[in-house]
């Protein structure tokens, strides 16, 4: 099962239900910074889509990462317990959105000035 928590960062938890170990791995701070700071993201930052870049810029950037050894650019923990957190239960409840009308699982619904909504018309 992989369960994605969008925390914005360049880190993956990789953990075994059975055994409850886990390890995490996470791209080193200055790598990510060098990254932000390449030619490439500079375009980027322009607006320039990415299939529009210069090769040239991509290749750089790539060739510079990928010749490093790993321990250079990754950061992994030693092996740790993991404490699952408890799986939602399920729903059987149907509500419909007060926004945009859809029907959504009750478990899913938030309230938003008043109103149960969907979470995307909740802005969550």
Same mark, same amino acid.
């Given at each position: 099962? +992989?369960? =994605? ?18 390890? %995490?791995? !996470?791209?080193?701070? *200055? ?11 500079? *375009? #980027?930052?322009?607006? +320039? ?6 090769? *040239? ?6 060739? =510079?990462?990928? !010749? %490093?050894?790993?321990? &250079? ?16 239960? $399920? !729903? ?5 959105? &007060? ?11 938030? +309230? #938003? *000035?008043? =109103?149960?909504?969907?979470? $995307?018309? !909740?802005?969550?």
């Amino acid at each position: 099962m +992989i369960n =994605k928590l969008d925390y914005g960062k360049w880190a993956v938890t990789l953990a075994l239900k059975k055994d409850r170990k886990a390890v %995490r791995v !996470s791209v080193k701070p *200055e790598v990510v910074e060098a990254m932000f700071f390449s030619k490439f993201m500079s *375009e #980027r930052k322009r607006g +320039i889509p990415p299939a529009e870049v210069n090769p *040239e810029l991509i290749l750089e950037g790539f060739k =510079k990462t990928i !010749s %490093r050894p790993d321990e &250079e650019i990754l950061e992994v923990s030693k092996i740790f317990t993991y404490n699952f957190p408890p799986a939602p239960k $399920p !729903s059987f409840n149907v509500v419909r959105c &007060e926004i945009c009308g859809e029907m959504v699982a009750e478990n899913k619904m938030r +309230i #938003r *000035e008043g =109103k149960k909504v969907c979470l $995307p018309c !909740s802005g969550y």
